[in-house]
Protein backbone atom coordinates (compact mmCIF):
# COMPACT_ATOMS: atom_id res chain seq x y z
CA UNK A 1 0.00 0.00 0.00
CA UNK A 2 2.99 2.11 0.27
CA UNK A 3 5.62 2.29 -1.42
CA UNK A 4 8.98 1.68 0.37
CA UNK A 5 10.85 4.76 -1.23
CA UNK A 6 8.22 6.83 0.04
CA UNK A 7 8.53 5.61 3.73
CA UNK A 8 12.07 6.13 3.82
CA UNK A 9 11.88 9.78 3.09
CA UNK A 10 9.07 10.09 6.19
CA UNK A 11 9.38 11.54 9.46
CA UNK A 12 7.18 12.35 12.26
CA UNK A 13 5.49 15.56 11.73
CA UNK A 14 6.11 15.87 15.91
CA UNK A 15 10.18 15.40 15.79
CA UNK A 16 11.37 14.42 12.95
CA UNK A 17 11.90 11.00 13.94
CA UNK A 18 11.20 7.96 11.37
CA UNK A 19 8.48 5.81 10.77
CA UNK A 20 7.65 2.41 10.55
CA UNK A 21 4.27 0.95 8.70
CA UNK A 22 2.23 -0.50 11.65
CA UNK A 23 0.44 -3.68 11.32
CA UNK A 24 -1.77 -4.27 8.67
CA UNK A 25 -0.22 -1.50 6.76
CA UNK A 26 -2.87 0.78 7.97
CA UNK A 27 -0.87 2.97 9.66
CA UNK A 28 2.33 4.58 9.61
CA UNK A 29 4.37 4.54 13.66
CA UNK A 30 6.30 7.17 15.25
CA UNK A 31 7.62 4.76 18.00
CA UNK A 32 9.26 7.66 20.00
CA UNK A 33 6.10 9.60 20.01
CA UNK A 34 4.16 6.36 20.08
CA UNK A 35 1.76 7.99 17.78
CA UNK A 36 0.21 6.04 14.27
CA UNK A 37 -0.77 8.47 11.70
CA UNK A 38 -3.17 6.79 9.08
CA UNK A 39 -2.19 5.65 5.55
CA UNK A 40 -5.32 6.64 3.47
CA UNK A 41 -6.03 4.89 0.10
CA UNK A 42 -1.63 4.54 0.32
CA UNK A 43 -1.58 8.21 0.93
CA UNK A 44 0.43 9.09 4.27
CA UNK A 45 -2.15 11.40 6.74
CA UNK A 46 1.38 13.03 8.18
CA UNK A 47 -0.89 15.48 10.64
CA UNK A 48 -0.54 15.56 14.36
CA UNK A 49 -4.01 16.41 14.64
CA UNK A 50 -5.30 12.93 12.82
CA UNK A 51 -3.04 10.56 14.64
CA UNK A 52 -4.03 8.04 17.30
CA UNK A 53 -1.99 8.14 20.52
CA UNK A 54 -1.15 4.29 20.75
CA UNK A 55 0.72 4.71 23.97
CA UNK A 56 3.31 1.58 24.95
CA UNK A 57 0.80 -0.91 25.22
CA UNK A 58 -0.01 -0.22 21.26
CA UNK A 59 3.66 0.39 20.43
CA UNK A 60 4.69 -2.68 22.11
CA UNK A 61 1.47 -4.83 20.32
CA UNK A 62 3.21 -3.59 16.71
CA UNK A 63 5.62 -5.50 14.92
CA UNK A 64 8.93 -4.68 15.08
CA UNK A 65 9.88 -1.66 12.78
CA UNK A 66 11.80 -2.63 9.82
CA UNK A 67 12.94 1.03 8.87
CA UNK A 68 14.70 2.44 11.44
CA UNK A 69 17.61 4.69 10.27
CA UNK A 70 18.37 7.72 12.31
CA UNK A 71 17.76 10.55 11.75
CA UNK A 72 20.34 12.72 10.28
CA UNK B 1 -4.26 24.23 5.95
CA UNK B 2 -5.58 27.73 4.18
CA UNK B 3 -6.93 29.59 6.61
CA UNK B 4 -9.77 31.08 5.17
CA UNK B 5 -10.94 28.85 1.78
CA UNK B 6 -11.96 25.33 1.81
CA UNK B 7 -10.53 23.56 -0.82
CA UNK B 8 -11.94 20.00 -0.23
CA UNK B 9 -15.22 21.85 -1.68
CA UNK B 10 -13.32 24.00 -4.07
CA UNK B 11 -11.36 20.75 -5.47
CA UNK B 12 -14.39 19.65 -7.58
CA UNK B 13 -14.08 22.68 -9.79
CA UNK B 14 -10.53 24.31 -9.34
CA UNK B 15 -9.13 22.78 -12.35
CA UNK B 16 -12.33 24.40 -14.88
CA UNK B 17 -10.53 28.00 -14.66
CA UNK B 18 -6.72 27.66 -12.89
CA UNK B 19 -4.02 26.66 -14.76
CA UNK B 20 -0.20 26.90 -13.97
CA UNK B 21 1.40 30.27 -14.69
CA UNK B 22 5.22 30.45 -14.98
CA UNK B 23 5.99 26.59 -15.77
CA UNK B 24 8.93 27.83 -17.97
CA UNK B 25 10.17 30.43 -15.51
CA UNK B 26 9.75 28.07 -13.07
CA UNK B 27 11.98 25.69 -15.05
CA UNK B 28 14.62 28.18 -15.01
CA UNK B 29 14.63 28.49 -11.52
CA UNK B 30 15.16 24.76 -11.00
CA UNK B 31 18.02 24.87 -13.86
CA UNK B 32 19.91 26.92 -11.05
CA UNK B 33 20.21 23.83 -9.43
CA UNK B 34 23.74 21.84 -9.27
CA UNK B 35 21.91 19.09 -10.20
CA UNK B 36 20.99 18.19 -13.39
CA UNK B 37 16.61 18.71 -13.33
CA UNK B 38 16.65 15.06 -14.70
CA UNK B 39 18.26 13.85 -11.68
CA UNK B 40 16.83 16.02 -8.76
CA UNK B 41 14.19 15.01 -5.99
CA UNK B 42 11.56 17.81 -5.86
CA UNK B 43 8.97 18.54 -3.26
CA UNK B 44 6.03 20.08 -4.49
CA UNK B 45 4.76 21.85 -1.07
CA UNK B 46 1.25 22.72 -2.00
CA UNK B 47 0.54 20.84 -4.99
CA UNK B 48 -3.06 21.35 -4.91
CA UNK B 49 -4.41 19.38 -7.67
CA UNK B 50 -1.15 18.83 -9.29
CA UNK B 51 -0.99 21.31 -12.15
CA UNK B 52 2.80 21.88 -12.01
CA UNK B 53 3.49 18.65 -11.21
CA UNK B 54 1.98 17.81 -14.05
CA UNK B 55 4.37 19.36 -16.13
CA UNK B 56 7.16 18.68 -14.46
CA UNK B 57 6.68 15.18 -13.71
CA UNK B 58 8.54 13.92 -16.99
CA UNK B 59 11.35 16.28 -16.64
CA UNK B 60 12.12 16.44 -13.16
CA UNK B 61 13.84 13.07 -11.21
CA UNK B 62 11.27 12.66 -8.61
CA UNK B 63 8.38 14.88 -7.07
CA UNK B 64 6.99 14.59 -3.69
CA UNK B 65 3.43 16.26 -3.57
CA UNK B 66 2.26 17.38 -0.41
CA UNK B 67 -0.95 19.51 0.12
CA UNK B 68 -3.41 19.44 3.12
CA UNK B 69 -6.25 18.74 1.06
CA UNK B 70 -7.59 15.48 0.76
CA UNK B 71 -9.84 16.43 -2.17
CA UNK B 72 -7.46 18.70 -4.02
CA UNK B 73 -4.76 15.35 -3.02
CA UNK B 74 -7.19 12.85 -4.87
CA UNK B 75 -7.76 15.26 -7.89
CA UNK B 76 -3.45 15.08 -8.36
CA UNK B 77 -3.43 11.31 -7.95
CA UNK B 78 -6.15 10.99 -10.64
CA UNK B 79 -4.22 13.71 -12.70
CA UNK B 80 -0.86 11.94 -12.27
CA UNK B 81 -2.16 8.40 -12.70
CA UNK B 82 -0.76 6.10 -15.36
CA UNK B 83 2.09 8.74 -16.77
CA UNK B 84 5.59 8.22 -16.11
CA UNK B 85 6.97 8.98 -13.18
CA UNK B 86 4.35 8.55 -10.82
CA UNK B 87 4.65 11.03 -7.93
CA UNK B 88 4.85 10.54 -4.13
CA UNK B 89 1.38 12.41 -2.05
CA UNK B 90 1.36 13.32 1.15
CA UNK B 91 -1.07 14.89 3.27
CA UNK B 92 0.51 16.97 5.73
CA UNK B 93 0.67 20.69 7.07
CA UNK B 94 3.32 22.69 5.51
CA UNK B 95 4.22 24.35 8.63
CA UNK B 96 5.24 20.96 10.15
CA UNK B 97 6.77 19.00 6.60
CA UNK B 98 7.22 15.52 7.88
CA UNK B 99 10.42 14.28 5.69
CA UNK B 100 13.66 13.55 6.87
CA UNK B 101 16.23 15.83 6.84
CA UNK B 102 18.69 17.02 3.92
CA UNK B 103 16.22 14.97 1.05
CA UNK B 104 15.29 17.30 -1.46
CA UNK B 105 17.62 19.49 -4.25
CA UNK B 106 14.55 21.57 -4.54
CA UNK B 107 11.24 22.79 -3.21
CA UNK B 108 8.44 24.62 -4.93
CA UNK B 109 5.91 26.24 -2.96
CA UNK B 110 3.01 27.34 -5.64
CA UNK B 111 0.51 29.73 -4.60
CA UNK B 112 0.58 28.60 -1.25
CA UNK B 113 1.51 30.15 1.58
CA UNK B 114 -1.00 32.68 1.64
CA UNK B 115 -3.26 30.35 3.09
CA UNK B 116 -0.80 29.58 6.47
CA UNK B 117 -1.51 32.44 8.69
CA UNK B 118 -4.19 34.38 10.24
CA UNK B 119 -3.43 38.60 9.23
CA UNK B 120 -1.71 40.16 11.81
CA UNK B 121 0.35 37.38 13.43
CA UNK B 122 3.25 38.29 12.37
CA UNK B 123 4.01 35.27 9.73
CA UNK B 124 4.19 32.43 12.05
CA UNK B 125 3.53 29.62 10.29
CA UNK B 126 5.25 31.01 6.87
CA UNK B 127 8.44 30.73 9.56
CA UNK B 128 7.89 27.52 10.32
CA UNK B 129 8.04 26.19 7.07
CA UNK B 130 10.65 28.08 6.22
CA UNK B 131 12.73 26.24 9.20
CA UNK B 132 11.45 23.09 7.84
CA UNK B 133 12.48 23.50 4.03
CA UNK B 134 15.76 24.65 5.17
CA UNK B 135 15.90 21.22 6.92
CA UNK B 136 14.81 19.12 4.23
CA UNK B 137 16.75 20.69 1.36
CA UNK B 138 20.21 19.46 0.96
CA UNK B 139 22.84 22.09 0.93
CA UNK B 140 22.75 24.55 -1.52
CA UNK B 141 19.27 23.39 -2.04
CA UNK B 142 16.87 25.34 -3.84
CA UNK B 143 13.79 27.06 -2.14
CA UNK B 144 11.09 28.78 -4.86
CA UNK B 145 7.85 30.12 -3.74
CA UNK B 146 5.95 31.19 -6.11
CA UNK B 147 3.34 34.01 -4.43
CA UNK B 148 1.89 37.36 -5.21
CA UNK B 149 3.20 41.16 -4.71
CA UNK B 150 1.17 43.63 -3.30
CA UNK B 151 1.11 45.65 -6.17
CA UNK B 152 0.16 42.17 -8.39
CA UNK B 153 -2.91 41.73 -6.10
CA UNK B 154 -4.59 45.32 -6.90
CA UNK B 155 -3.82 45.55 -10.23
CA UNK B 156 -2.67 41.75 -11.16
CA UNK B 157 -6.55 40.78 -12.37
CA UNK B 158 -8.64 43.36 -14.10
CA UNK B 159 -11.58 43.27 -11.32
CA UNK B 160 -9.41 43.86 -8.12
CA UNK B 161 -10.78 47.44 -8.33
CA UNK B 162 -14.02 45.87 -8.50
CA UNK B 163 -13.27 43.72 -5.28
CA UNK B 164 -11.44 46.31 -3.46
CA UNK B 165 -12.46 44.69 0.45
CA UNK B 166 -11.62 41.65 -0.63
CA UNK B 167 -7.79 42.59 -2.04
CA UNK B 168 -7.27 44.76 1.27
CA UNK B 169 -7.92 41.35 2.98
CA UNK B 170 -5.59 39.66 0.97
CA UNK B 171 -2.83 41.95 1.04
CA UNK B 172 -3.00 41.15 5.15
CA UNK B 173 -2.65 37.21 4.16
CA UNK B 174 0.41 37.84 1.85
CA UNK B 175 4.15 38.72 3.04
CA UNK B 176 5.56 41.28 0.59
CA UNK B 177 8.59 40.32 -1.02
CA UNK B 178 10.74 42.16 1.35
CA UNK B 179 9.16 40.26 3.76
CA UNK B 180 9.37 36.89 2.51
CA UNK B 181 13.18 37.85 1.70
CA UNK B 182 13.79 38.88 5.07
CA UNK B 183 12.29 35.93 6.49
CA UNK B 184 14.44 33.35 4.51
CA UNK B 185 16.86 34.70 5.34
CA UNK B 186 16.45 34.40 8.97
CA UNK B 187 15.70 30.96 8.42
CA UNK B 188 18.93 30.27 6.53
CA UNK B 189 18.27 30.94 3.13
CA UNK B 190 20.47 33.61 0.63
CA UNK B 191 18.44 35.27 -1.66
CA UNK B 192 18.93 34.90 -5.74
CA UNK B 193 15.97 36.07 -7.82
CA UNK B 194 12.94 37.35 -8.71
CA UNK B 195 11.54 36.21 -11.28
CA UNK B 196 7.65 37.70 -12.66
CA UNK B 197 6.34 35.82 -15.86
CA UNK B 198 4.82 38.70 -17.78
CA UNK B 199 2.57 37.10 -20.18
CA UNK B 200 0.15 34.67 -19.03
CA UNK B 201 -2.63 34.80 -16.56
CA UNK B 202 -3.85 32.20 -14.28
CA UNK B 203 -7.13 31.79 -15.39
CA UNK B 204 -7.27 32.12 -18.85
CA UNK B 205 -10.50 30.73 -20.06
CA UNK B 206 -12.89 33.04 -19.86
CA UNK B 207 -10.58 35.55 -18.11
CA UNK B 208 -11.57 38.81 -20.20
CA UNK B 209 -15.30 38.12 -20.48
CA UNK B 210 -17.28 40.37 -17.73
CA UNK B 211 -19.43 37.32 -16.90
CA UNK B 212 -17.00 35.53 -15.74
CA UNK B 213 -17.11 37.28 -13.18
CA UNK B 214 -21.00 35.94 -12.49
CA UNK B 215 -19.93 32.48 -12.48
CA UNK B 216 -19.05 30.94 -9.11
CA UNK B 217 -16.62 28.37 -10.55
CA UNK B 218 -14.58 31.09 -12.58
CA UNK B 219 -15.13 33.24 -8.57
CA UNK B 220 -13.69 29.66 -7.35
CA UNK B 221 -10.88 29.52 -8.92
CA UNK B 222 -9.76 32.62 -7.47
CA UNK B 223 -9.34 33.01 -3.36
CA UNK B 224 -9.88 36.60 -3.39
CA UNK B 225 -13.26 35.96 -3.82
CA UNK B 226 -13.24 33.83 -1.01
CA UNK B 227 -12.40 36.94 1.51
CA UNK B 228 -15.31 38.72 -0.61
CA UNK B 229 -18.77 39.31 1.61
CA UNK B 230 -22.34 38.39 -0.38
CA UNK B 231 -22.89 42.11 0.06
CA UNK B 232 -19.65 43.05 -0.91
CA UNK B 233 -19.89 40.72 -3.87
CA UNK B 234 -23.41 41.70 -5.20
CA UNK B 235 -22.20 45.47 -5.12
CA UNK B 236 -19.23 44.39 -7.11
CA UNK B 237 -21.58 42.58 -9.67
CA UNK B 238 -23.83 45.90 -9.48
CA UNK B 239 -20.86 48.07 -10.68
CA UNK B 240 -19.78 45.59 -13.34
CA UNK B 241 -24.15 45.73 -14.44
CA UNK B 242 -24.02 49.49 -14.39
CA UNK B 243 -20.27 49.36 -16.79
CA UNK B 244 -21.73 46.54 -18.98
CA UNK B 245 -25.03 48.41 -19.75
CA UNK B 246 -23.39 51.93 -20.47
CA UNK B 247 -21.35 50.12 -22.76
CA UNK B 248 -17.62 51.42 -20.75
CA UNK B 249 -17.08 47.85 -19.38
CA UNK B 250 -14.20 47.08 -22.53
CA UNK B 251 -12.44 50.18 -22.17
CA UNK B 252 -12.59 49.79 -18.28
CA UNK B 253 -11.10 46.17 -18.89
CA UNK B 254 -8.76 47.25 -21.24
CA UNK B 255 -7.23 50.28 -19.01
CA UNK B 256 -7.16 47.61 -16.10
CA UNK B 257 -5.29 45.36 -18.34
CA UNK B 258 -2.46 47.51 -19.85
CA UNK B 259 -1.80 47.30 -15.83
CA UNK B 260 -1.65 43.60 -15.62
CA UNK B 261 0.14 43.42 -18.68
CA UNK B 262 3.10 45.75 -17.41
CA UNK B 263 3.08 44.18 -13.43
CA UNK B 264 2.44 40.41 -13.76
CA UNK B 265 0.28 38.43 -12.02
CA UNK B 266 2.56 36.44 -9.54
CA UNK B 267 6.10 36.39 -8.86
CA UNK B 268 9.12 33.58 -8.46
CA UNK B 269 10.93 34.49 -5.60
CA UNK B 270 14.38 32.20 -5.28
CA UNK B 271 16.81 31.39 -2.68
CA UNK B 272 19.43 28.85 -1.49
CA UNK B 273 20.01 26.92 1.39
CA UNK B 274 23.29 29.17 2.59
CA UNK B 275 26.00 26.87 4.52
Known amino acids: MIQ??????????????????????THLICRECQLAFPLIDGIP?????????????????????????GRE | MSKYTDYDKISATYDRTRRALGVDELMQA????????????????????????????????RIVCAD???????????????????ADLVRCDLAELPFRAGLFDAIMCNQSLHHLDEPGTGFPNHRRFLAHARRVLRPDGLLIINTITHEQLRDGVWWGELIKPAVDRMTERFASVDGLKEMSAEAGFQFLDAVVPITAVMQPKGYLEPSSLRSADFRSGDSHFSLLTEEELEAALARLGRMESDGSIHAYISKREEARARIGQSIFVIAKKAE
Open chain 1, 45 to 69: VLIRSEARNMGPEGIAGEAPGERRQ
Open chain 2, 30 to 61: LARSRVPLSRQTLLDAGCGTGNYALELRDKVG
Open chain 2, 68 to 86: YSLGMLNRCREKLSGGRGA
Open chain 1, 4 to 25: GELLDILACPSAGHPLSLGEGE
